[in-house]
């Protein structure tokens, strides 16, 4: 694994944690940091090794957006926000296809581009002091980072409205009840949790859990044929792998199956 300047990586267990720990304040994103997300992203996509991943962060802030210390202010920043948020989508885009569980572990603040990529883990737990925004409203902006994909999937095409028009801060038990994120874990608590939660994940048979996650992704761009033939197609491919012949011996025998991934 290569070393970062915008982020770290640690391995334990089946479980590579992301942290994010951006050189700009606020864990403002740049460009350099977008190219490491690129990298880590696809490595650990690559990663046999890998059986869950975790993406979090140090300090106060999860994402503040875009380092808007970079920008003019005017028709001139088109290329590097273009440039920027294309490299943000590639990475955004590599940890959604992922072929392992995604966690989110959030306890501070996630907006603009910050806000888009808590968004997209398969699941997010929130600390107590997380709060959540859209924020791009208040430079004039529109959004990227994958917002305008997951908002209305996560709460609908109302809420999903709402929340962009009003932006305004959404607290983290809020964010639960719309369905932003999974649980609030009490601040004491929360690295402990988002623990258990990645450890769990990564004992389990990880291929099947990281496909049936991508065809309930995908099952809005089909119809119920399409859907049903491409499930044909996956618990076939699945039936192929160590895991499910490890699941079927432990359902047959007294033990409890010690999955491996494959």
Known sequence: MASYENLSVDHDDGVATVTLESTAGRNALTLEMA????????????????????LTHEGTFFGSGADLSQLSGDA???????????????????????KTPVVGGINGIAAGIGF?????????????????????????????????????????????K???????????DEAVEMGL????????EFDERLEAIASGLAAGPTHALG???QLLTDSYERGLEGQLAVEADAIADASKTEDYE???????????PEFVGR
């Open 35 to 54: 190219n490491e997300l690129v990298s880590v992203a696809t490595t650990l996509g690559d990663d046999q090794d890998t059986r869950c991943i975790v």
């Open 76 to 98: 001139s920043d088109a290329p590097h926000l273009r440039e920027l948020a294309g490299r943000a989508h590639e990475a955004i885009t590599q940890f959604h296809r992922a």
């Open 116 to 160: 888009s990529l808590a968004l997209m883990p398969d699941l997010v737990v929130l600390g107590e002091d997380a709060t959540l925004k859209f924020a791009y409203p208040g430079i004039g902006l529109t959004g990227d980072g994958g917002a305008t994909f997951f908002l209305p999937r996560l709460v609908g095409l109302r809420t999903a």
């Open 162 to 172: 709402e929340i962009v028009l009003r932006d305004e801060a959404i607290a983290p």
């Open 181 to 188: 994120a999974t649980e609030v874990a009490p601040a004491d």
């Open 211 to 213: 496909t049936a996650t």
């Open 246 to 256: 490890i699941g079927l011996e432990a359902f047959f025998g007294d033990g409890d």
